[in-house]
């Protein structure tokens, strides 16, 4: 494949569409080209991230490690698809083993011309950022559809519940101190002034625990960041339900249909009384769209956020597998 047939290559990949053709002439440059041979395993689940792989041909299977030397397929990826960010960019080992499950050849792109993509104020690196969003919920929604299978029985569906409200009836509260939130890991390198006018966009509202803030396949209403108290993200089929993520102080929920307009993959409910800042789906789409510090900072919340998700989204396909 010559440069001009990668970079043609590259502007049908998902991660990079957009981009402009100096862009991708530039990644084109630093990116290494390998063959992987069927069966390889390519990387194992918890090895050092050191790249991620754009698959040109073939076919690589993730898979997540069981009790008693088995494996689980999560998902299969294939031409065009790219596999290895969330190891690169959340640290802590890759979440799941990369087998080659048809000889594959890949484009590989190291951790630090990863990284220097989505660094700076160019407007490559948010497109880059909502691309990667747009993917990560994508592989999100793929998770969560296994556990679905995994667990059996059909969705409940919003009519099944209390109806999702917009939070409208809810108490209104103050503001927390902006000290407070920049202890959380996820506000940690946001500007004072973007954290300013993040922390300004929306609406406190104290909610009492139990609440139903959001019914799996009801479209979501507004992006929630929970500051004091926690919120479960569950999966209901039928007489069983399994917790698949908790979004604590600092962690986001509902955001993915607001990313691609499709309805809620999972149930959200107060666990206890929590404070909640609410920012309705039009302040949403001003702050994930702009090209500002603020909007920076945002989607650098959103991608930590998104991380930590489909890391915690993995756990319970174990905790199914022993039941």
């Known amino acids: 494949m010559s440069d001009r047939e990668t970079i043609d290559f590259l502007a049908g990949v998902q991660l990079f569409q957009g981009q402009e053709e100096a862009v991708l002439r530039d990644i084109v440059r630093v990116m290494r080209r390998r063959t992987l041979r069927e069966g390889q395993i390519v990387w194992r689940q918890g090895d050092e991230a050191r790249e991620m792989l754009v698959i040109a041909g073939g076919a690589l299977s993730a898979q997540l490690d069981m009790p008693g030397d088995r494996a689980v397929e999560i998902v299969r990826a294939g031409p065009c698809d790219t596999v290895g960010e969330i190891g690169l960019l959340a640290g802590g080992g890759h979440p799941t083993s990369m087998c080659v499950s048809e000889a594959a050849t890949v484009l590989a792109l190291g951790r630090l011309d990863f990284a220097a993509l989505l660094a700076g104020q160019h407007p490559s690196a948010f497109s880059l950022k909502r691309r990667l969003a747009v ?114 102080p600092g962690k986001a929920f509902g955001y993915e249909g607001l990313i691609d307009g499709r309805p809620a993959p999972v149930t959200a409910i107060a666990r206890e009384r929590v404070l909640l800042l609410v920012v309705p789906r039009e302040l949403f789409a001003r702050l994930f769209n702009g090209e500002d510090a603020v909007s920076r900072g945002f989607l650098d919340a959103i991608q930590k956020d998104q991380m930590l998700t489909v890391r915690e989204t993995l756990r319970p396909f174990t905790r199914l597998a022993a039941s």
Request: hydrophobic share 40%; aromatic share 8%.
């Open 135 to 248: 993917l990560l919920t994508a592989r999100l929604r793929t998770q969560v559809r296994h556990l679905a299978v995994a667990l059996g029985g059909e969705a409940a569906g919003p009519g099944a519940e209390v109806p999702t409200r917009d939070c409208g009836d809810l108490e209104d509260s103050r503001a927390p101190d902006s000290k407070y939130i920049r202890r959380m890991a996820t506000f940690h390198d946001f500007e004072p002034v973007a954290l300013w006018g993040f922390l300004t966009s929306g609406r406190y509202v104290m909610c009492p625990r139990g609440r139903l803030l959001l019914a799996e396949g009801a479209p979501s209403p507004a992006y929630y960041l929970t500051i004091n108290g926690a919120v479960e993200q569950v999966l209901v089929r039928g007489d069983r339900r399994i917790r698949v993520g908790l979004a604590g």
